[in-house]
């Protein structure tokens, strides 16, 4: 039953590689979001999507494809990786995301990518 | 573009004794919202503030938000060692719909 989950968990791969996380929410929200975490704990918004529509797109280098087939699922792929993508990429979905939405957002478990 | 600091980065206190962390933001926020991540996890939602001026208090935490609505505070009254973990504010502007996170400050407690 868990609200939120991103899978794998753990990847480590070589650099050049390409690589996908995949995320899944079953709370019945409307929005979700790509986080990533540095190795000093800096969370930093990449993509956000709301019912499959990209609404936030930061300023990631297009290496990185976010896909959203349904409202219940965001995936990230992630071509030629490079050293500096090592980091803890959350995926996180709220209701209401867009416009002045207040409503909290729930984080997965988070994907740990070490790029050898 | 907008920021949100966060201080202190790292705070290690006894445990029992009394914790704050602050945040403070470039630009006037619509709402904040404050996490918690234990250490090895991910992002909890802690609770969110929207009026200018507003307290809210959960048992042993009082959280803050200024009347100029910029700045915000998480007090910890007695801490415990399962407080450890980092706290995260998180500011909203306007319509963005986008959450800026501040740096967190990780909070280490001795027993």
């Known amino acids: 039953d868990t609200a939120v989950s991103q899978t794998p968990k753990y990847l480590v791969t070589q650099m050049g590689n390409d690589k996908s996380i995949k995320c899944e929410q079953n709370?019945?929200?409307?929005?979700m979001y790509w986080y990533k975490q540095d190795s000093k704990k800096f969370l930093k918004i990449m993509f956000s999507?709301?019912?499959?529509?990209?609404?936030i797109n930061e300023t990631v280098p297009n290496r990185f494809s976010p896909k959203s087939p349904d409202k219940a699922h965001l995936n990230l792929h992630i071509n030629s990786l490079e050293l500096g993508d090592s980091a803890v990429y959350f995926c996180?979905?709220?209701?209401?995301?867009?416009?002045?939405?207040?409503?909290?957002?729930?984080f997965g478990d988070g994907t740990r990518l070490s790029i050898l | 573009g907008q920021q949100v600091m966060q201080i202190p980065q790292y705070q290690h206190v006894q445990e029992g004794e009394d914790f704050t962390t602050y945040c403070n933001s470039s630009?006037?926020?619509?709402?904040i919202q404050w996490y918690k991540q234990r250490p090895g996890g991910h992002p909890v939602f802690l609770i969110q503030?929207?009026?200018?001026?507003e307290v809210k208090k959960q048992k042993r935490l009082t959280f803050q938000f200024g009347e100029a609505k910029k700045n915000s505070s998480l007090h910890i009254t007695a801490t415990q060692t399962t407080d450890v973990g980092t706290y995260f504010c998180?500011?909203?502007?306007?319509?963005?719909?986008?959450?800026?996170f501040g740096q967190g400050t990780t909070l280490q407690v001795k027993p």
């Open positions: 503030l929207v009026k200018s001026g």
């Open positions: 630009t006037t926020l619509s709402n």
């Open positions: 996180a979905s709220s209701q209401g995301g867009g416009g002045g939405s207040n409503q909290p957002q729930h």
């Open positions: 998180a500011g909203k502007t306007g319509n963005t719909g986008k959450l800026i």
């Open positions: 999507y709301n019912n499959k529509e990209l609404i």
């Open positions: 709370l019945g929200h409307d929005t």
